[in-house]
């Protein structure tokens, strides 16, 4: 289900307490998170983007709950979050914007693209090549982003121009789509996007579900969209922008404010 973009409201101590008594009437309950921005602050150096402080242990108070389905949604690939969460529990996870999909047993299920599609995507990340530092340059089954989180902030302008220029005749002549992300560029394969692990997740669930989403990037609009107005959409960040979800989550010092929504929502639950 495609939805617009609404007035977003503020996610207050009320709204979570509404929302806690939902789940604790509820048989099921599917929530989805985000991984960078949302369990874990955005750092300049990608490899390092450990999960806020009392992250792991809320998630893993989640994941215990058999009536609830946790679901990791990321633009990462999926064999990079294992390293950084750490979890003690194995968890369901779409990686690569809905390009992936790692299920609780362990299976991992691959989206698959066109021979002119996947040869775009290497004519893209060999454009910026010498532009960007190789370790800039996320290489995804469905996707090339280039981040320019390590580049001088006064130059950051300069160089999502320079990108664009290089990536636009690319995107036109292999059919591939540009999108703007925090800190970033990146050109996809069009559809393969986190509506995909929505769409996916939410056809094997039961509809009377209570359904939440948790995001802070543009690349989470997709999921917004995807869901329904019974569904708890949430975006994460420091003040209200125009967005497809229903509410802000601000944010707060330290993961303080993702932290608190996960024990409380496993409280709510449990």
């Known amino acids: ?152 902030a006064e130059l950051v302008p300069q160089y999502l121009t320079e990108i664009d220029e290089l990536w636009e005749p690319v995107a036109e002549e292999f059919g591939l789509e540009l999108l703007d992300f925090h800190e970033g560029m990146e050109m996809r394969v069009p559809g393969m996007n986190k509506s995909r692990a929505i769409y996916s997740v939410l056809s094997e669930e039961p509809k009377n579900a209570v359904k939440v989403y948790i995001g802070d990037d543009v690349t989470d609009e997709d999921a917004f969209r995807a869901l329904d107005d019974q569904s708890h959409t949430i975006l994460i960040g420091r003040e209200k922008r125009t967005s497809a979800a229903r509410w802000l989550l601000p944010e707060r010092p330290y993961g303080r404010h993702i932290i608190d929504f996960l024990n409380a929502t496993a409280s709510a639950l449990s």
């Not at 893993?60 to 009536?67: E, M, S, V």
């Not at 390293?83 to 989206?111: C, D, I, K, N, Y």
Request: charge should be negative.
């Open 1 to 152: 289900m495609e939805t617009r973009a609404v007035m977003i409201k503020i996610w207050t101590a009320e709204e979570q307490a509404d929302f806690g008594q939902q789940l604790a009437a509820c048989r099921r309950a599917v929530i989805f998170l985000d991984y960078d921005g949302t369990l874990a602050p955005l750092v300049p150096d990608r490899d390092n983007a450990r999960p806020f402080p009392g992250v792991r242990e809320a998630l893993d108070r989640l994941l215990a709950i058999k009536h609830c389905r946790t679901v990791l949604v990321s633009g990462r690939r999926v064999m990079e979050l294992q390293p950084l969460l750490q979890s003690r529990l194995p968890f369901e996870a779409w990686g690569s914007h809905g390009g992936e999909h790692l299920r609780v047993t362990g299976q991992m299920e691959m989206a698959t693209i066109s021979e002119e599609a996947r040869e775009g995507l290497r004519i893209a990340a060999e454009k910026i090549t010498g532009l960007l530092d190789e370790h800039a340059i996320e290489r995804k089954p469905s996707s090339v982003a280039a981040h320019v989180s390590g580049v001088n």
